[in-house]
């Protein structure tokens, strides 16, 4: 499966005739539907809608469309409905114009300050009053479900690209890992044989060994307990571990967007560890070079489904 990035756009238009039986009159009237599409990144699927006044009640159609293709981001939705029918009329009917002028008349005994209507406003009503048949639900539905398409098709490129940039990040703490795996025993040992020098200097003596059995017994144990205090191997271990599942997640795909979150912060957490339990400037210098990676494959992380 592929990483899907919940950053994309996409768009799409169709012309239709907006009347069931087009005529000689309507054929050259039309409608054009267009549809845009716009996602973001987001913890939930959040889905908005701006559609034309005609075209509100097929809301509830398309949220179930778009939720059975998306699963997170904060998606937009625009369905616009351009007519042509304003640049072409016929002539309206006398029946029409006697309508008109009734309505006027009642209007104006009510309303004596009232303007009365203009060439222009009649031959904009009488261009409203031409009868919209044509249902829109198949031609949305079917618009939709191609800028979907091609809105999936841009989240998977840019899931790649995340993902291959996601995959460089492992590779180079796994070259830190390496780094830290043979500092970590030696250090132990070297600070546990100062820790004891400076014991035995703290003591007055020159050789560790010629402490009394008691005083020898507790600068070992003493030794021993801030050697295990400094031992970094169990966070390198758990960072290795973290950087494999990561490494299959990605290579496995799709809605891991969660769980890669969740990994990044438990490296994180072990980074710092290294950092604050290092006694050592190397030690420090590569935790603070795996924080840097580390925040930057968050960034990332955030916008992949």
């Not at 043979?182 to 020098?197: G, S």
């Not at 994180?268 to 935790?287: F, P, Q, V």
């Amino acid at each position: 499966m592929s990483v899907y990035s919940m950053t994309g756009y996409a768009n799409a238009q169709l012309s239709v005739n907006p009347n069931s039986l087009a005529t000689e009159s309507s054929s050259n009237s039309s409608c054009r539907l267009g549809i845009e599409i716009r996602s973001v990144n987001s913890r939930y699927l959040d889905l908005s809608f701006r559609l034309a006044e005609e075209l509100r009640s097929q809301e509830p159609s398309l949220r179930e469309l778009m939720q059975k293709h998306l699963k997170r981001g904060k998606v937009e939705v625009r369905v616009a409905l351009e007519s042509n029918l304003t640049n072409t009329f016929s002539e309206p009917s006398v029946r029409l114009l006697q309508r008109l002028n009734s309505v006027q008349d009642t209007i104006k005994a009510w309303l004596p300050l009232a303007t009365a209507l203009s060439v222009a406003d009649v031959l904009r009503l009488c261009t409203n009053d031409q009868p919209v048949t044509h249902n829109f639900q198949h031609d949305m539905m079917k618009l939709t479900e191609q800028a979907l398409e091609a809105l999936m098709s841009a989240r998977q490129r840019e899931g790649a690209r995340l993902a291959e940039m996601l995959l460089e990040r492992i590779a180079q703490l796994r070259q830190l890992v390496n780094q830290a795996v043979p500092l970590a025993p030696k250090l132990v040992a070297q600070l546990r044989q100062r820790f004891l020098d400076r014991w035995a200097e703290a003591m007055g003596l020159t050789d560790v060994g010629t402490l009394p059995e008691a005083a020898n017994d507790r600068a070992l144990s003493e030794a021993t307990a801030f050697a295990i205090r400094i031992d970094v191997a169990e966070e390198i271990t758990r960072l290795s571990a973290h950087l494999d599942e990561l490494e299959r997640l990605i290579k496995k795909g799709g809605e891991i967007g969660k769980r890669l979150d969740f990994l990044i912060q438990e490296l994180h957490r072990e980074a710092n560890t290294l950092g604050s339990k290092s006694a050592a400037l190397e030690l420090t210098h590569i935790s603070v070079d795996m924080k840097v990676l580390i925040e930057q494959m968050r960034e990332q992380v955030q916008n992949i489904e």
